[in-house]
């Protein structure tokens, strides 16, 4: 998890990646960050939406992250997916199964 990349990441969204990817291992689950974010590590923009896609319930994960990180939910039953909203800042999370 420790890469030269991800500490470009303002410390916000890095905890936020770090708790994402704890919570995935605790239930034995892959979670990969994917998407623009990822693009724009490498080029060093500044990107405040976060995208993974998880080997497994990606709606139960992104349920426990919102509980213990106060963030509101949406769910999208049919797609299998969820985005993360955290309040007062402009930072979001889709997590996609």
Do not use: H
Not at 37 to 62: M, Q, T
Not at 81 to 94: G, I, V, Y
């Amino acid at each position: 998890m420790n890469t030269p990349y991800l500490n470009r990441l303002p410390l916000t969204l890095l905890k936020i990646v770090k708790r994402i990817g704890r919570e995935a291992d605790r239930r034995k689950l892959s979670a990969y960050l994917v998407g623009g974010v990822v693009r724009d590590l490498l080029l060093k923009r500044r990107n405040d939406d976060l995208d993974f896609v998880v080997e497994g319930d990606a709606i139960s994960l992104a349920g426990e992250i919102a509980g213990r990180c106060r963030a509101s939910l949406k769910t999208y039953e049919q797609f299998g997916t969820s985005t993360l909203f955290w309040p007062k800042s402009s930072f979001r999370a889709d997590i996609a199964s």
